[in-house]
């Protein structure tokens, strides 16, 4: 073959349309399930976003529960169908500035006035942070979520 074969061959390739052997990449959204049963009308109203480098809304939580207390992790992880990393944090870790008092007072007033929060990692960088009630009475996990973007 000579070299101006070879260049040409070169040069057909590097000119061909490459966007139709592309392959698609889909984004894993990180989600979980929070709603299957009715929402208390005290969190369809909370107007918060989570701050992060998403800043996403805070959205109701109202899922069924038989049990007498709050779900553990591995129970919430159950609850929300998900299957890696749930840890519970204490408030001052959640909110240390004092900036979700709404969210927390809007959840207790829904639930059995405490809530516990939960952190639930998607991967290295996406996290949901639940921060929820009981409601005993109705038999169901109520409050609020938020999904948050940390590197």
């Known amino acids: 073959m000579s070299s101006d074969d070879a260049y040409s061959s070169f040069l057909d390739q590097a ?15 990180a989600s ?14 909370v107007d918060q976003y989570y701050t992060s480098e998403a800043d996403e809304p805070f959205e109701p939580v109202s899922l069924r529960w038989d049990g007498n207390n709050m779900p553990s992790e591995n129970e919430l992880a159950d ?8 840890s519970s944090m204490s408030t001052k870790e959640f909110d240390p500035r004092g900036q979700y008092k709404d969210v927390l007072q809007a959840v207790e007033k829904a639930g059995d006035g405490k809530s516990r929060i939960f952190r639930i990692g998607h991967g290295q960088t996406r996290i949901e942070y639940y921060v929820i009630g009981l409601d005993k009475e109705k038999r169901r996990v109520v409050g609020l979520k938020a999904k948050a973007v940390e590197s």
């Open 32 to 45: 979980t399930k929070a709603v299957d049963t009715e929402i208390p009308v005290g969190l369809q109203n």
């Open 15 to 29: 000119n061909q349309d490459t966007s139709a052997s592309k392959a698609t990449t889909k984004t894993k959204t």
């Open 79 to 86: 609850l929300i169908g998900h299957d890696s990393e749930v």
